[in-house]
């Protein structure tokens, strides 16, 4: 398998990117994917100032290997929005991001929902709406590898 090691100054400067991105959309929430996009949240929350930043936990994969099914869980109270970036480091399959889209759907109607990312994979069944780069092989973050 393909593998990119994603480090910690290309990561500084594709934020910044995803920032200048992100910056029009006017997101009155930021909404964190636990626990890929927790690195890249906390970096465009300061950028942009945003105190509003809640985390869902996901759990689709087990280490490298992907898992049959997909949890979504500590959805936070997101009533008071009306403007939620959902921030992540990666768009692989898509099967998660559209469980996760499809519950905060439903569960909040009137809020608009954006999603930001690092990475997307052209192959997944969604396309975040704000991204930096396509992923076309294993992506291995800093935050990943570097502290063990």
């Not at 990561?11 to 200048?20: C, R, S």
């Not at 300061?46 to 994969?61: D, E, G, K, P, T």
């Not at 519950?103 to 690092?118: D, M, Q, V």
Request: proline share 2%; with cysteine; glycine share 2%.
């Amino acid at each position: 398998m393909n593998k990119l090691y994603y480090s910690y100054e290309i990561f500084k400067e594709d934020t910044q990117n995803l920032v200048n991105l992100c910056r029009n959309f006017e997101a009155d929430t930021f909404l964190s994917i636990a626990r890929g996009g927790l690195t890249l949240s906390h970096l465009m929350a300061q950028a942009l100032n945003q105190r509003n930043l809640f985390i869902i936990n996901s759990i689709s994969y087990d280490r490298k290997t992907q898992k049959n099914s997909h949890d979504v869980f500590n959805i936070p109270d997101l009533s008071n929005s009306k403007k939620v970036l959902i921030i992540d480091d990666i768009i692989d399959s898509g099967n998660t991001m559209k469980l996760i889209l499809e519950i905060l759907k439903n569960k909040y109607p009137n809020i608009e929902f954006k999603l930001a990312t690092l990475f997307y994979k052209k192959s997944a069944l969604i396309k975040p709406d704000f991204y930096v780069k396509e992923a076309n092989c294993w992506i291995e973050f800093f935050w990943e590898v570097d502290i063990k």
